[in-house]
């Protein structure tokens, strides 16, 4: 461990415009039981055993979160509040590069949607553990619905085993070294760029390392739709 750095902190996306919620804001700043959505997954970190956040918002909504819910709501774990970019991993990149001065390369890192506002400490704690043992890992579920590839005509053309499927939640939690490289990497060309959906595809494909799936949990949703909005609320309704 470098001396004088922390073991481990977390980026928290909420950059998105959030087209599909057909709202007047973005997403992360809609009221969940009274409560700005993303409120709920900067409790989650600033009540864990993370020490650092790093929150990564549209660059001209930094001072809004840091007054109204950074500030407003005490999350003093949030140390840096960062702009991001046009696609989710400029956001990311932006993320991980506010914490190289103060993240050791062999912490851990942990990238989490903000728009998934049901996450566990359970939830947390897993990924934590499994990216010290693997070096990279993401919370998932396995699916419960048949999947089926579709043709050019829109048309099944065959069943994937359901057996072998697994839905990708949040957080994806690597080693800080090799999660940083992976996405200098990433930038540094974009012939890399194309297809990319997430943390792990990056480290994968560009850092060559298998990445651990942990479970996660069917109500780790993330809220996408107005739809969402009511099945999260449900959910919280009944943690509390």
């Not at 973005?26 to 993370?50: D, I, M, R, T």
């Not at 070294?177 to 997430?198: C, F, N, P, R």
Request: include cysteine.
């Amino acid at each position: 461990m470098e001396e004088g750095k922390i073991k481990t902190a977390a980026v928290v996306l909420a950059a998105g415009q959030g087209k599909r919620m057909h709202a007047a804001v973005a997403k992360q700043f809609l009221l969940l039981n009274g409560k700005p959505l993303l409120y709920y997954a900067l409790k989650a970190f600033e009540e864990s055993p993370v020490e650092a956040v790093v929150l990564v918002t549209g660059e001209g909504e930094i001072a809004y979160c840091q007054e109204k819910i950074v500030d407003l709501y005490g999350f003093s774990k949030v140390i840096k509040v960062v702009p991001g970019g046009k696609e989710r991993y400029h956001s990311v990149h932006e993320g991980l590069m506010a914490l190289s001065e103060i993240l050791s390369r062999d912490g851990v890192a942990l990238i989490h949607d903000g728009a998934r506002p049901l996450v566990t400490q359970e939830i947390i704690r897993r990924t934590m553990e499994a990216a010290r043992e693997y070096g990279a890992c993401v919370a998932a579920m396995p699916v419960k619905d048949t999947i089926k590839v579709a043709d050019g005509n829109g048309f099944a053309a065959h069943t994937l085993d359901r057996s072998t499927l697994w839905q990708i939640q949040t957080p994806q939690v690597f080693h800080y070294g090799l999660v940083s490289d992976a996405y200098e990497k990433l930038l540094s060309d974009e012939s890399y760029q194309k297809g990319i959906t997430d943390d792990a595809m990056v480290v994968e494909t560009l850092a060559f390392r298998q990445v651990k799936l942990v479970e996660g949990s069917y109500e780790n949703i993330k809220v996408t739709t107005p739809e969402d909005m009511e099945i999260a609320a449900c959910f919280l309704r009944r943690q509390t």
